[in-house]
């Protein structure tokens, strides 16, 4: 996440479209995520704002895309399918999920759902997945004290030694030596 300069609040309350691009941003009130030039109602101040560089880091947080200023671009369709389950996993990833309820969820073949994800993403929904489950546990991690095996089935994987096994592939440190090096 990037910063509230004074700049980017600036950018926000002129609506300057000039920033668009350069970083996207949250209202904690309804959890919405804009580009600086959306022309919604803002009623905020800036303790409600989030800065983000990325959709999937907005995305990661629980927020949703405006749907005023939609501010990951206009979506084909098969791109409104990935951008929907990503906002579905960021809301569920801590529950079971598998490619097959996935596809049911949204009404579309696994093959459908597999092919969209790494066509427009590079990667598939599984490693989505884990990679925002990593995420929150790094957070998990650095923010709290709470066991490794707890923050494992608070992110959605129950069982400790899978958890660590993907922990240290995709962060490349145990998570006892994560938490160490950033807490």
Same mark, same amino acid.
């Given at each position: ?10 950018? *926000?309350?002129?609506? %300057? ?6 970083? *996207? ?9 804009? !580009?600086?030039? !959306? ?5 905020? +101040? $800036?303790?409600? *704002? ?16 405006? $749907? %005023? !200023?939609?501010?990951?671009? %206009?979506? +084909? =369709?098969?791109?409104?399918?990935? #951008? ?19 596809? =049911? ?19 598939? $929904? ?18 709290? #004290? =709470?066991?490794?095996?707890? *923050? ?5 994987? $129950?069982?400790?030694?899978?958890? #660590? ?16 090096? #950033?807490?």
């Amino acid at each position: 996440m990037y910063s509230l300069t004074k700049k980017r609040w600036q950018a *926000i309350n002129d609506r %300057d479209s000039d920033y668009d691009g350069r970083f *996207i941003y949250g209202v904690m009130t309804d959890h919405r995520v804009c !580009c600086p030039s !959306c022309q919604r109602e803002k009623d905020c +101040s $800036p303790e409600d *704002i989030r800065i983000f560089k990325t959709s999937d880091e907005a995305l990661f947080e629980g927020f949703i895309p405006c $749907p %005023d !200023c939609h501010p990951f671009g %206009d979506l +084909s =369709e098969k791109a409104e399918l990935v #951008n929907q389950v990503k906002v579905y996993l960021a809301h569920h990833y801590q529950d079971r999920i598998t490619l097959e309820s996935l596809a =049911e969820a949204f009404q579309v073949s696994t093959g459908v759902l597999h092919r969209a994800f790494m066509t427009l993403t590079d990667e598939s $929904p599984q490693a989505y997945l884990v990679r925002l489950r990593m995420y929150h546990a790094k957070k998990m991690l650095r923010d709290g #004290n =709470e066991a490794v095996a707890l *923050i494992g089935l608070k992110v959605g994987i $129950p069982n400790l030694s899978y958890f #660590n096994t993907v922990f240290k592939q995709q962060v490349g440190q145990t998570a006892v030596q994560y938490r160490k090096k #950033n807490n």
